[in-house]
T-cell receptor, first 113, second 115 residues
Framework: AQTVTQSQPEMSVQEAETVTLSCTYDTSESDYYLFWYKQPPSRQMILVIRQEAYKQQNATENRFSVNFQKAAKSFSLKISDSQLGDAAMYFCAYTGANSKLTFGKGITLSVRP | DAGVIQSPRHEVTEMGQEVTLRCKPISGHNSLFWYRQTMMRGLELLIYFNNNVPIDDSGMPEDRFSAKMPNASFSTLKIQPSEPRDSAVYFC?????????????FGPGTRLTVL
């Protein structure tokens, strides 16, 4: 079974600075997809970024980018120029051949003004 | 285009009562997923449908839980009888289909409190 681990429960970043959120996963599949979802206090789960495992290039969406290390089974999210609106819980998730999403426990990110 | 719609947003009920949560997926999406989120267990997949047919209900915790999808635009998750340990946030998500890697889009969730 696939597992997703987010070992840091909380992180804090100064506004306008850069922060990296870590995620590791375990799988025996060779092809799969990885996601980062954001959950602000409103509870809505919002897709931040998506990475296909067979693609070497790291995904980027505006201020959000990932560092995908397939051999190390690592999938970290970098947020550049952090904004107050980035404060939320962030979940790393995995999906493989069975189309089920497996989530990590999440990390709470706070942004200091 | 409207996103996934869930109702009610909040539900408070007493132990033993029947609870029905509702979901309307994004139009044109063929797959629908029900999740439960708690502090202790995080986000868990309960059941998912494809083309209105339940595909995998292995995450449904007990027989007290049931889910239906009578048509492409509506699904329900029912708990009967409800218990305090069912208190959680329940999310519905939809995706275009079960093709590998399709993104799931989540609704705003229903916060259920069972007293």
């Amino acid at each position: 079974a696939q597992t997703v681990t987010q070992s840091q429960p909380e992180m804090s970043v100064q506004e306008a600075e850069t922060v990296t959120l870590s995620c590791t996963y375990d799988t025996s599949e060779s092809d799969y997809y990885l996601f980062w979802y954001k959950q602000p206090p409103s509870r809505q789960m919002i897709l931040v970024i998506r990475q296909e495992a067979y693609k070497q290039q790291n995904a980027t969406e505006n201020r959000f980018s990932v560092n995908f290390q397939k051999a190390a089974k690592s999938f970290s999210l970098k947020i550049s120029d952090s904004q107050l609106g980035d404060a939320a819980m962030y979940f790393c998730a995995y999906t493989g051949a069975n189309s089920k999403l497996t989530f990590g426990k999440g990390i709470t990110l706070s942004v200091r003004p | 285009d409207a996103g996934v719609i869930q109702s009610p947003r909040h539900e408070v009920t007493e132990m033993g009562q029947e609870v029905t949560l509702r979901c309307k997926p994004i139009s044109g999406h063929n797959s629908l997923f029900w999740y439960r989120q708690t502090m202790m267990r995080g986000l868990e997949l309960l059941i998912y449908f494809n083309n209105n047919v339940p595909i995998d209900d292995s995450g449904m915790p007990e027989d007290r839980f049931s889910a239906k999808m009578p048509n492409a635009s509506f699904s329900t998750l029912k708990i009967q009888p409800s218990e305090p340990r069912d208190s959680a946030v329940y999310f519905c998500a939809s995706s275009p289909g079960l093709a590998w890697g399709n993104t799931q889009y989540f609704g705003p969730g229903t916060r259920l409190t069972v007293l």
